[in-house]
């Protein structure tokens, strides 16, 4: 887990130009908190103790403004900056190296037991209050403009950005 904090901080480091150290990122960045305890969260749901890990990631929403569902399977050095309003549904999956700003959702479009939420490929960033919703896979390097509501696929490095988002590159 030590190894991982590093790498997250590290990246947090090279992605905000506003962290002016280590330790700030370690103590002040709430959605590395919340990353860092859906770790545990993860591990908890993956071993059947899914109450502990429904309650434990409740507490990390209120502490951190951050709600990601246990379920949900997150790579390494995801990056959350600002956080506040960050919302990953169950069946999510995020790739490495992804940078995300406030008010992500990444939502299910369906009451349907199946996956539902979107697939996150390595090196996406995706912009401040964007909306991605249901089984949906945005490619690897692709950038979502702020403000976008997704509902369709995004090929690798291609960038979308409006409502309905629509490739501008």
């Given at each position: 887990?030590?190894?991982?904090?590093?790498?997250?901080?590290?990246?947090?480091?090279?992605?905000?130009?506003?962290?002016?150290?280590?330790?700030e990122v370690?103590?002040?960045?709430?959605?590395?908190?919340?990353?860092?305890?859906?770790?545990?969260?993860?591990?908890?749901?993956?071993?059947?103790?899914?109450?502990?890990?429904?309650?434990?990631?409740?507490?990390?929403?209120l502490?951190?403004?951050?709600?990601?569902h246990?379920?949900?399977?997150?790579?390494?050095?995801?990056?959350?900056?600002?956080?506040?309003?960050?919302?990953?549904?169950?069946?999510?999956?995020?790739g490495?190296?992804?940078?995300?700003?406030?008010?992500?959702?990444?939502?299910?479009?369906?009451?349907?037991?199946?996956?539902?939420?979107?697939?996150?490929e390595?090196?996406?960033?995706?912009?401040?209050?964007?909306?991605?919703?249901?089984d949906?896979?945005?490619?690897?390097?692709?950038?979502?403009?702020?403000?976008?509501?997704?509902?369709?696929?995004?090929?690798?490095?291609?960038?979308v950005?409006?409502?309905?988002?629509?490739?501008?590159?």
């Open positions: 887990m030590l190894g991982r904090v590093r790498e997250d901080v590290r990246a947090m480091i090279a992605r905000d130009p506003a962290a002016s150290s280590r330790l370690l103590l002040t960045y709430p959605g590395m908190h919340a990353i860092w305890a859906h770790v545990l969260a993860h591990a908890f749901w993956k071993r059947g103790f899914r109450l502990t890990a429904r309650l434990f990631s409740h507490v990390v929403r502490l951190t403004g951050v709600e990601i246990p379920g949900a399977m997150i790579g390494r050095r995801v990056t959350i900056d600002h956080g506040m309003g960050v919302v990953i549904g169950e069946t999510a999956e995020i490495d190296d992804v940078h995300m700003y406030h008010g992500v959702t990444l939502g299910g479009d369906t009451n349907e037991p199946v996956k539902r939420h979107p697939t996150i390595g090196g996406v960033q995706i912009g401040a209050n964007a909306t991605l919703l249901g949906i896979t945005v490619g690897e390097g692709a950038t979502v403009g702020a403000g976008s509501v997704l509902t369709r696929d995004v090929e690798p490095g291609a960038t950005a409006g409502v309905p988002a629509k490739r501008v590159d």
